[in-house]
């Protein structure tokens, strides 16, 4: 009898801590203050995605790369200053990230139309949920309140970034430290169903292991030599590449897991079971998938009268 009374309130804990945090943001926050946000953002999106399908999956990527430093607050898109040590040239970061002009077209429109309202970090959180869409994926409801940060953490960006080259193991745990389970990650990896990878981040993979299909392989060594052309580009879903689906997780099945970390994920491990339950079912990968993204920008916002709403969001006001 006390175990489970000391297990309902575990339970009511978490509820509380849950409620605690979807009451730091709101989905109706803009409705009266800028009611033309999501349609503005949405064109513009929209219009990026059609002038090169690639940047979706790197709004998404940008939003990802943003909550896992110091939380969703619009911190990666900080320049260098002298006061500032920025995000974007942290090693995982540099010559990586991008859609940093669309995300500064986005906010120059979003003044146009209510000066003031909408920070940076939403706009991101926004953007990244429309590129989804845009290329055939599930949507959410995006909730709003993220306020933007004063300040960079590069440091941070080096540390808290999971690797290409990362084990199971050490993707769960930086997953975990950030209040994620593990479902959330195996449901999160699957936005590389969109998307290219640098050959410098899967090199040893497709050289060095054997945890990988040989055909596909040598395919991807053709557009990745042993030695040079680090920057070279090779999709992270060979199938349907610029398609939002469950094409990535057949992909890791079939041995075909572009990144080490990618593989990890179906390799004799804990996350088998759900790789495969996703390869199968569209509909659940779109559910978890969602509810994710939505988890993933809960990660420490600043709300309240914490940090600011930038005018532009390469610098702090």
């Not at 790369?65 to 500032?84: E, M, Q, R």
């Not at 509909?283 to 978890?288: A, G, L, N």
């Not at 990660?299 to 940090?307: A, C, Q």
């Amino acid at each position: 009898m006390m175990r489970a009374r000391c297990l309902l309130a575990r339970i009511a804990l978490i509820f509380l801590a849950l409620s605690e945090v979807e009451g730091q943001l709101s989905s109706t926050l803009y409705d009266t203050t800028c009611p033309n946000l999501s349609s503005t953002v949405q064109a513009a999106v929209n219009s990026a995605v059609a002038t090169e399908a690639r940047m979706g999956a790197s709004l998404v990527r940008l939003h990802f790369h943003d909550c896992f430093v110091n939380g969703c607050d619009g911190s990666i898109l900080l320049d260098d200053s002298t006061n500032i040590t920025g995000e974007k040239t942290a090693g995982p970061n540099n010559n990586s990230v991008r859609g940093y002009d669309v995300i500064d077209t986005i906010k120059s429109q979003v003044e146009g139309i209510c000066s003031g309202v909408v920070s940076c970090a939403d706009i991101v959180a926004l953007a990244a949920r429309d590129s989804v869409v845009a290329l055939g994926g599930p949507s959410w409801t995006v909730l709003f309140g993220r306020r933007d940060s004063l300040t960079a953490n590069q440091t941070g960006a080096n540390s808290d970034l999971p690797p290409p080259t990362s084990s199971l193991s050490n993707l769960i745990s930086r997953f975990s430290a950030k209040g994620l389970s593990t479902q959330d990650m195996i449901a999160l990896s699957g936005a590389h169903t969109i998307g290219q990878a640098r050959c410098t981040s899967f090199r040893t993979h497709i050289y060095n292991e054997t945890n990988i299909n040989s055909t596909y392989a040598t395919s991807v060594q053709a557009n990745c030599p042993f030695s040079g052309g680090d920057d070279n580009l090779s999709p992270l879903d060979v199938q349907t590449p610029t398609t939002f689906d469950i094409d990535y997780y057949t992909n890791l099945i079939n041995q075909q897991g572009l990144l080490h970390s990618d593989q990890e994920l179906f390799n004799n491990g804990s996350a088998d079971s759900q790789v495969t339950t996703y390869a199968n079912d569209q509909t659940t990968f779109f559910s978890d998938f969602a509810a994710a993204m939505v988890n993933m920008g809960n990660i420490s916002p600043l709300t309240g009268t914490s940090g600011e709403i930038r005018t532009n969001c390469r610098v702090p006001n």
